[in-house]
């Protein structure tokens, strides 16, 4: 969720204690959010697009679309995530409201291809190979709770994963630190850092904050990279115990207190596993007695009333 707090706004994400952390922008970055969806200076969203609005609004990719929306005037379609379960239900609604344009994570590329009046795809939020669409580019923008803004929008290019992020435009001061702060030679992997001297830090957690800057505003995004020989920046995972479901940061402790809140189990770890381009969650937990698949299903169901869908791992151990 996103709220303004004085002159401040407000973008919350997954915290590791079990509740969301929300990170402080100044107006700055709402000012970056229009101009991080262009490609080469030019506008990639134009204001005749009709930009369908199906990722949560809680998440930093959402703000980038109706503060984009706000600049251009583009109209903006909003769907409910049930739509898309039902895929040709989503793909007939798109049609009847003209959707041109839309911003998804990777692993619902296959399913907005078949949108009609589609010339553009705004993807991003993990690596993925499920990138091409014919005749339809797809660009691959890369952003944070902590941005609000993308570093750069690249075209992505045929049969290439959704990592590489191009050459980030040379106002975010982007730099690939180690442990120490210092730069890291090319080719070697250390933490994608930037400038954002709008982003204020975490609301009541000054310890969080601190332990989130390096001196000069420089901004810990927690994420591994490297530059590539060619000069472009490529996310390779994380550094922390963070994961991405569907273009969603989730930080596996929020998951693991609920479940203890709900089970009343001392012992819970959740971990991500990857299966091909998706990521599935695992809760392993302790228990002095046998645990049914109907009471696992009930308490799939309470979790459901504390953590959205893609939270809630599919299988307990």
């Not at 970055?29 to 969203?45: A, F, P, Q, R, V």
């Not at 679309?65 to 049930?82: C, E, P, R």
């Not at 390779?236 to 203890?260: F, Q, W, Y």
């Amino acid at each position: 969720r996103a709220g303004v707090f004085q002159h401040f706004l407000i973008v919350y994400t997954s915290g590791s204690t079990g509740n969301p952390k929300g990170c402080m922008h100044e107006r700055g970055d709402l000012l970056k959010c229009g101009k991080s969806i262009e490609y080469n200076g030019e506008n990639l969203i134009h204001a005749s697009d009709v930009f369908a609005h199906v990722i949560p609004l809680n998440m930093a990719s959402a703000l980038l679309v109706y503060q984009k929306a706000l600049y251009t005037g583009v109209t903006i379609a909003l769907f409910s995530m049930n739509l898309l379960r039902s895929p040709e239900e989503f793909i007939r609604k798109s049609a009847e409201y003209g959707v041109t344009g839309i911003f998804v994570p990777p692993s619902l590329i296959p399913l907005v291809e078949k949108i009609p009046d589609l010339r553009i795809v705004i993807t991003g939020g993990e690596v993925s190979s499920k990138c091409s669409i014919k005749n339809i580019p797809v660009y691959n923008n890369y952003g944070s709770s902590e941005a609000t803004w993308g570093l750069h929008t690249p075209l992505i290019k045929k049969d290439s994963r959704v990592s590489t992020l191009g050459i980030p435009q040379p106002y975010h001061k982007v730099q690939i630190l180690d442990e120490n702060g210092d730069e890291v030679e090319g080719g070697k992997i250390g933490e994608l850092c930037f400038y954002n001297p709008f982003f204020r830090g975490y609301i009541n957690d000054s310890e969080l904050t601190e332990n989130s800057f390096w001196p000069g505003k420089i901004c810990r995004s927690h994420d591994a990279a490297k530059w590539t020989f060619d000069g472009e920046l490529m996310i390779v995972g994380r550094l922390d115990d963070m994961i991405k479901i569907s273009g969603n940061r989730v930080e596996p402790g929020e998951i693991e207190v609920a479940i203890k809140e709900v089970a009343i189990w001392k012992n819970v770890v959740v971990k991500g596993f990857s299966s091909g381009d998706a990521l599935i969650l695992c809760a392993f937990y302790e228990s002095s007695f046998e645990i049914s698949p109907e009471e696992i299903d009930n308490l799939k169901l309470e979790l459901s009333k504390r953590l959205p869908a893609y939270m809630i791992p599919q299988f307990f151990i």
